[in-house]
């Protein structure tokens, strides 16, 4: 009798978990509206911060830029003219909108997104591209790379700095809006928060395992680091000090894109496995998370999710590798 007991609790207690995980994941949630911005799907993306516009890169369209308050196609670019190698696999918007970069493998170029001319394109052979970020007005450049570096660059004097704190190929780079602090990660289980202009290092953040995404928020506030097991930390720009840890029962989640609400309380988050998922800044606290829309034609259906962005009203934007653009209601 007592097996039994014990056997009906367990149960009970798995019922009650599984319904407490449910409730906080809107799992079956549909997107306000949906547009189809690559047909065959998109090898990357960004979102401006104020969720204006979009910079989507794809096998038939190139690069497409989108006005997603009206849905309407700005721009098509070429990452490189006359050539096959327009395979654009990074992409960062200006805080102020003014300009994009966008990167494959072996080049980079500046794109002023106020004409949609073309600033300046540029290639690297020591190494390849691992990410990419841009200040405000095109005046600085960030690009972490595969031989451990990241080179920021001053366009005005062609002053490049190269950061040389990792031992090993960077992950993820980024910038604020007016260029003097960058942060990066690596596979050396390191992020680093570093001064542009001296190249010193102002905080080290040390993980467990290789550090996937970092991110900085536009405003100077946050610092966002995750590495690929367990843990992903939200700290204090100011002070260097950790805020909160994300909380999640998963063994790992692995994030593609990160982004901050403008009022500082929420963090939004998009990963490979097509979810989306918002933040509470202070505690860590997922407060809720719902999956993009895959394509139709891939089996196992899946989607990574390149960028998202707080919108107006409690909406959300995200763009994914299924060539879709989705508003989402976030009911907080």
Same mark, same amino acid.
């Given at each position: 009798m007592l097996c039994f007991r014990n056997k009906c609790f367990r149960t009970l207690k798995l019922v009650i978990i599984s319904s407490l995980l449910l409730a906080c994941q809107?799992?079956?949630?549909?997107?306000?509206?949906?547009?189809? &911005? =690559?047909?065959?799907?998109?090898? $990357?993306?960004d979102i401006s911060n104020d969720a204006s516009l979009s910079v989507v890169s794809s096998i038939h369209h190139g690069i497409s830029v989108w006005d997603l308050k009206n849905n309407a196609l700005k721009y098509t670019?070429?990452?490189?003219?006359?050539?096959?190698d327009n395979l654009v696999l990074a992409i960062d918007i200006a805080d102020n909108n003014s300009h994009a970069i966008t990167a494959s493998r072996e080049n980079f170029s500046l794109w002023n997104l106020a004409t949609g001319q073309s600033e300046g394109f540029w290639q690297i052979s020591e190494s390849n591209i691992? $990410? @990419?970020? *841009? /200040?405000?007005?095109?005046?600085?450049?960030?690009?972490g790379q595969s031989n451990n570096k990241v080179v920021h660059i001053t366009l005005a004097s062609g002053r490049r700095l190269e950061f040389l704190g990792h031992q090993e190929k960077i992950n993820s780079v980024d910038m604020l809006p007016n260029g003097r602090v960058a942060m990066s990660g690596s596979n050396d289980f390191v992020a680093y928060v570093w001064d542009t202009l001296s190249g010193?290092?102002?905080?080290?953040?040390? &993980?467990?395992?290789?550090? +996937?995404? @970092? /991110?900085?928020?536009?405003?100077?506030?946050? /610092?966002?680091? =995750?590495?690929?097991?367990? $843990? =992903? &930390?939200?700290?204090?720009?100011? +002070?260097?000090?950790? *805020?909160?840890?994300?909380k999640y029962t998963n063994r790992q989640e692995i994030f593609s894109?990160?982004?901050f609400s403008p009022d500082g309380k929420q963090l939004l988050t998009g990963a490979p496995s097509r979810?989306?998922?918002?933040? $509470?800044? /202070?505690?860590?606290?997922?407060?809720?998370s719902w999956r993009v829309t895959p394509r139709k034609d891939i089996r196992p259906a899946g989607a990574v999710v390149y960028a998202a962005a707080f919108s107006d009203n409690n909406v959300i934007i995200t763009e994914s590798s299924a060539g879709y653009a989705e508003r989402w209601l976030f009911e907080p």
């Amino acid at each position: 009798m007592l097996c039994f007991r014990n056997k009906c609790f367990r149960t009970l207690k798995l019922v009650i978990i599984s319904s407490l995980l449910l409730a906080c994941q809107d799992v079956n949630k549909q997107p306000l509206t949906q547009w189809q &911005h =690559a047909v065959e799907g998109a090898y $990357d993306a960004d979102i401006s911060n104020d969720a204006s516009l979009s910079v989507v890169s794809s096998i038939h369209h190139g690069i497409s830029v989108w006005d997603l308050k009206n849905n309407a196609l700005k721009y098509t670019w070429s990452q490189q003219q006359n050539s096959s190698d327009n395979l654009v696999l990074a992409i960062d918007i200006a805080d102020n909108n003014s300009h994009a970069i966008t990167a494959s493998r072996e080049n980079f170029s500046l794109w002023n997104l106020a004409t949609g001319q073309s600033e300046g394109f540029w290639q690297i052979s020591e190494s390849n591209i691992r $990410d @990419v970020a *841009i /200040a405000n007005n095109g005046n600085y450049l960030l690009v972490g790379q595969s031989n451990n570096k990241v080179v920021h660059i001053t366009l005005a004097s062609g002053r490049r700095l190269e950061f040389l704190g990792h031992q090993e190929k960077i992950n993820s780079v980024d910038m604020l809006p007016n260029g003097r602090v960058a942060m990066s990660g690596s596979n050396d289980f390191v992020a680093y928060v570093w001064d542009t202009l001296s190249g010193q290092v102002i905080y080290r953040f040390n &993980h467990p395992s290789r550090v +996937t995404k @970092v /991110a900085l928020d536009p405003k100077g506030r946050f /610092a966002f680091s =995750a590495d690929s097991k367990k $843990d =992903a &930390h939200i700290w204090d720009l100011k +002070t260097g000090e950790k *805020i909160s840890s994300l909380k999640y029962t998963n063994r790992q989640e692995i994030f593609s894109t990160i982004s901050f609400s403008p009022d500082g309380k929420q963090l939004l988050t998009g990963a490979p496995s097509r979810k989306v998922s918002v933040w $509470d800044i /202070a505690s860590g606290k997922r407060l809720s998370s719902w999956r993009v829309t895959p394509r139709k034609d891939i089996r196992p259906a899946g989607a990574v999710v390149y960028a998202a962005a707080f919108s107006d009203n409690n909406v959300i934007i995200t763009e994914s590798s299924a060539g879709y653009a989705e508003r989402w209601l976030f009911e907080p």
